[in-house]
């Protein structure tokens, strides 16, 4: 096989099960004409499998020579990678991802939505798992990260559940009245970047500095 695939594996493990799905479905698609080749060739017609009528390699070939399972594949993929994205997201190590993962979701139900026709059929299915995952963190990694506050447009129904799940953090770790009154008024200021988030400094870095260490160079 190796012949007519350039010397490339077509098996590849992934971190996870899901993982390996996509890499494993995305090779055979990236291999579609050196499949095809394989099967076409004089070679294999000449072999034992080749002169089969029935059995594995007649159905494989089949499946490889027609169209219909290579646009069944791309359709997968078109909602498989988004998601993919996301997971590699939460299993790197590279950044702290509490602040990304409300975004990358979103971007993810919006790039599949876009280029998959069956979007409608999966929506309910990723929003379902999604509030079972998320939690109110999220929603205050998303608000808290200046990356997200002011680099990017969003509707008022993502700042509103935002600000609520930051407020209900707020309210839960702040037992004391005055000090939950000057977390909240310190949101205000943040979103409106007033007061210490309007210094030179604070515009400057906001855009390459990580969420955590950016909050930690304010508050200096």
Do not use: C
């Not at 034992?48 to 997968?76: H, M, T």
């Not at 979007?119 to 990723?126: F, K, V």
């Not at 008024?185 to 906001?206: H, Y």
């Amino acid at each position: 096989m190796k012949k007519y695939t350039g010397g490339r594996e077509i098996v590849r493990p992934g971190v996870t099960q899901f993982a390996t799905q996509f890499l494993q479905l995305q090779a055979i698609v990236q291999q579609k004409q050196g499949l095809r080749n394989m099967f076409n060739s004089e070679e294999f017609r000449r072999s034992k499998f080749g002169r089969e009528k029935n059995g594995l390699a007649y159905e494989a070939r089949q499946i490889i020579i027609g169209s219909d399972f290579w646009s069944k594949a791309n359709d997968i993929l078109k909602v498989y990678e988004p998601l993919v994205k996301v997971l590699r997201l939460v299993d790197g190590d590279e950044k702290p991802t509490m602040g990304f993962i409300y975004e990358a979701v979103d971007r993810a139900k919006q790039s599949i939505q876009k280029t998959s026709r069956y979007y409608s059929q999966y929506q309910e299915i990723i929003d379902k798992r999604w509030r079972f995952m998320h939690s109110d963190l999220h929603s205050a990694g998303y608000f808290l990260n200046p990356q997200f506050q002011y680099g990017v447009e969003h509707g008022s129904d993502v700042y509103q559940e935002t600000f609520e799940g930051t407020k209900n953090v707020i309210l839960r770790l702040e037992r004391n009245m005055d000090d939950q009154i000057k977390a909240l008024n310190s949101l205000v200021l943040f979103k409106d970047k007033d007061e210490t988030f309007a210094t030179p400094q604070a515009q400057r870095v906001w855009s390459r500095m990580n969420p955590g260490k950016y909050n930690f160079f304010i508050s200096l």
